[in-house]
């Protein structure tokens, strides 16, 4: 009885962590993402953002809201939010203030924690300048994520 107990938990352990059933929803950290996600480090260590558009990041003085709405089931938002972890990290600009939502894989739970935002697809990036929506990076950046979220900040100057 306790052999087929364990192997009945060894099992369930082992599918959850082949097919992705543990998932994060609602506002996270990432903190968050990354203690339940450690393969996510790999990503974050590997990505290397173009260093004259860290620097533009850098130089931004005034506050820019990022909210990024993700499934922690995604490799999109494994990539791209791995990427944007970085790119943080390297800009280190308080003024960019970033809040994480998790959104799970069920399309029809989503509606609580994307309401009223139009998310179709993951990663999106949505940018606000005086809570107003500015631009947003959805799945896939055009070019990398930090010369997307550039090109939206410098479009908002123009």
């Keep these: 009885m306790k052999k087929s107990f364990l192997y009945i938990i060894t099992f369930f352990f082992l599918i959850s ?27 974050v260590a590997s990505y290397f953002p173009k260093p004259e558009i860290i620097e533009k990041l850098k130089s931004i003085d005034y506050e820019i809201k990022i909210e990024i709405f993700l499934g ?42 994307i309401q009223g935002k139009n998310i179709v697809r993951v990663p999106t990036f949505i940018v606000f300048i005086n809570d107003e929506e500015i631009g947003r990076i959805i799945e896939h950046p055009k070019k990398t994520v930090e010369e997307d979220l550039a090109d939206i900040i410098e479009s908002e100057k123009s």
């Excluded at 992705?20 to 996600?37: A, M, Y």
């Excluded at 990539?79 to 069920?106: C, W």
Aim: hydrophobic share 35%.
């Design 17 to 43: 962590s082949i097919y992705g059933i543990d998932e994060l929803v609602g506002r996270l950290s990432q903190e968050d993402i990354l203690e339940n996600f450690p393969n996510w480090q790999g990503e």
């Design 72 to 113: 922690t089931w995604c490799p999109d938002c494994k990539q791209h939010v791995s990427a944007y972890f970085k790119i943080m990290e390297m800009t280190y600009n308080p003024l960019l203030v970033t809040s994480y939502i998790g959104i799970p894989r069920d399309i029809e739970a989503r509606e609580p924690y």
